[in-house]
């Protein structure tokens, strides 16, 4: 893949994730979403309209605060060179990180650890992890199936070690920077024209 390429990649994957994480970064409860249709009467609150309501709230809704890393994962699946991994399997295991996080969290306000009055719409966890802890509550031994959760946890993380890694990320941007600044130095001061007379060209006097 050449450099131009990437860079535009780069360019577009970035945007949109930047877009995704404000969408969901700026979810109000108010807003329409998926499992609310209501439309407040003094307009979205979203900074994405309500395209951003509607993607951002609803991810917010299902996934709870651990939804803002979707955003990060979904670049990076997109971006990382080499392909070791592809994008498919980068996508389920971005899921799989963020509804175990989602549990996590869940446990954390269930036990207390976390006061939930002090909450707010954003910090509050999601349907998925709320029942998800229900069904291990009632259906299996909570211990056995917290053990499972963690092995998995470890699991997608170390497939993903090099996806969630910001380094690669970091590098692409500074290279395209520094590219574009190389550009943009040419045309402000052009290099001075090339001389086109060669020493074949003077006459000899001998």
């Known amino acids: 893949m050449s450099d131009i390429k990437l860079r535009i990649y780069y360019l577009f994957f970035g945007g949109i994730g930047v877009a995704l994480f404000l969408s969901i970064l700026s979810a109000d409860f108010q807003d329409p979403t998926v499992f609310n249709q209501l439309y407040p009467s003094e ?81 509050q966890n999601g349907y998925t992890a709320k029942l998800a802890l229900i069904w291990l ?35 692409g941007v500074f290279s395209g920077v520094q590219i574009l600044l190389s550009m943009l130095a040419r045309k402000i001061s052009p290099p001075p024209p090339a001389d086109n007379y060669s020493t074949t060209q003077l006459p000899n006097f001998k």
């Open 137 to 171: 509550e009632k259906s299996t031994n909570l211990a056995i199936s917290l053990t499972v959760l963690a092995a998995m946890f470890i699991f997608s993380l170390v497939r993903m070690s090099q996806i969630i890694s910001p380094l690669p990320f970091i590098s």
């Open 43 to 123: 307009g979205v609150q979203n900074w994405a309209g309500l395209i951003g309501a509607l993607i951002g709230g609803s991810l917010l809704e299902i996934f709870g605060p651990s939804a803002l890393l979707l955003p990060w994962l979904f670049v990076r699946a997109a971006l990382h060179q080499p392909r070791q991994i592809s994008g498919l399997i980068c996508t389920y295991y971005a899921f799989v990180l963020v509804f175990l996080l989602s549990i996590i969290h869940e446990l954390a306000l269930h036990s207390g650890l976390i006061i939930t009055e002090a909450l707010e719409f954003y910090l």
